[in-house]
């Protein structure tokens, strides 16, 4: 049995209470995971260790103690290998996102095939196998789009042409490999018996996870995909796709007039897409950094902030940082602090609050 942990860090529910996020919930076939009161909780009995929440979370804040899907990915690629499937070291192929299989049919000389056959009598089909289905129907639909010859196959295979492991002999036990596979039973045993152990636990932000919350951080699944665009095919025109055919990234446009430049969509973005310069005098957008978890959008309070109806696939090739606003930035005359001048203010949107309640609080109007 695998172990799941989350790194409370990376969650967005974390250092956003407005956040709307939950992808981790929907896809969890057996119910073990609950946002309550903006924290993450789930009993690792009842976890079924099949990755389906590490694959969709956007800042990949879950995580299995024996699979990790990159190493996955190259290890498939480097043995050569054309079927994807929960008869080898997959768990299941929920486990793997769009970006990961992405990758796979970019980086693969030969033709996928997502083998589905176990899924006829497996417990959690009714939950992942939709999801694998429309992750594989994104991922064809972007191959096509992005005018690339690759495909992945959804296919029923027949269990006699995939290979299957067997009952270990004494010397295979006792050989490098076979030890290899103890060691994994013996892991598997140790977190059977600490997960029956464990009731359900609710995760809360440490200190240390609070100082790891101001790092920003790209999911390994983004770098990989960055890596396999450089070996893919360069289109003769690159496409505009509706944002709803793609689940991963995002292009942002920015109401000038209604943004305050709070600063807080760059402050709580959790990969660095957002960011701004050491005076807060423009907001920069990079699309090949954002994972379309919504938080920025979650902490926009005038909804100046909203997601472009269209994703030009260019971006995946010829990324640009787009400036979204620039702001004509003064001093404060209290505190010293800079601020958007909007024409006559000498105090900072804070200063002028604080002002304003002081009056309030003295009965002066």
Request: aromatic share 6%; charged share 25%.
């Amino acid at each position: 049995m695998s172990l799941l942990t989350l790194d409370i860090a990376k969650c967005v529910h974390t250092s956003n209470k407005f956040a709307i996020c939950d992808k981790c919930v929907t896809a969890c076939p057996v119910d073990t995971i609950k946002i309550t009161d903006h924290a993450v909780s789930f009993t690792p009995a009842e976890c079924v260790g099949c990755g389906g929440c590490g694959a969709v979370c956007p800042t990949s804040a879950y995580r299995l103690d024996d699979f990790n899907p990159i190493n996955y990915v190259f290890k498939f690629l480097e043995a050569g290998q054309a079927v994807l499937g929960c008869r080898d070291e997959l768990p299941c192929i929920a486990a793997l996102g769009v970006e990961e299989m992405l990758s796979l049919a970019l980086m693969s000389p030969q033709r996928i095939v997502a083998d589905i056959a176990p899924c006829g009598s497996c417990p959690i089909a009714e939950t992942n196998l939709p999801i694998i289905e429309a992750r594989i129907e994104e991922v064809n639909f972007l191959l096509e789009a992005l005018q690339q010859e690759c495909r992945i196959g959804l296919e029923a295979l027949d269990a006699r042409s995939v290979s299957q492991e067997r009952t270990l002999s004494r010397r295979e036990l006792l050989s490098k490999d076979g030890l290899k596979k103890a060691v994994s039973l013996k892991q598997q045993f140790e977190n059977s018996v600490a997960a029956t152990d464990e009731a359900e636990k609710v995760h809360t932000a440490s200190s240390e996870d609070i100082a790891k919350i101001k790092q920003k951080h790209l999911p390994d699944s983004r770098s990989l995909l960055v890596m396999a665009m450089k070996r893919a095919k360069i289109p003769e025109i690159f496409h505009v796709i509706a944002v709803e055919d793609i689940s991963f990234i995002s292009q942002k446009d920015l109401d000038e007039s209604a943004c305050t430049n709070c600063q807080m969509c760059y402050r709580i973005c959790p990969t660095g897409a957002l960011s701004s310069d050491g005076r807060g005098s423009v907001i920069n957008f990079n699309a090949l950094s954002c994972v379309q978890c919504h938080s920025c959008h979650d902490v926009c309070e005038p909804d100046a902030l909203t997601l472009r109806q269209t994703f030009s696939l260019s971006q995946f090739f010829e990324p640009k940082v787009e400036t979204l606003v620039r702001f004509d930035i003064r001093r404060c005359d209290e505190c010293g602090n800079f601020f958007a001048y909007q024409g006559g203010e000498v105090l900072c949107r804070r200063c002028r609050i604080e002002e304003e309640e002081a009056l309030a609080l003295w009965g002066i109007k």
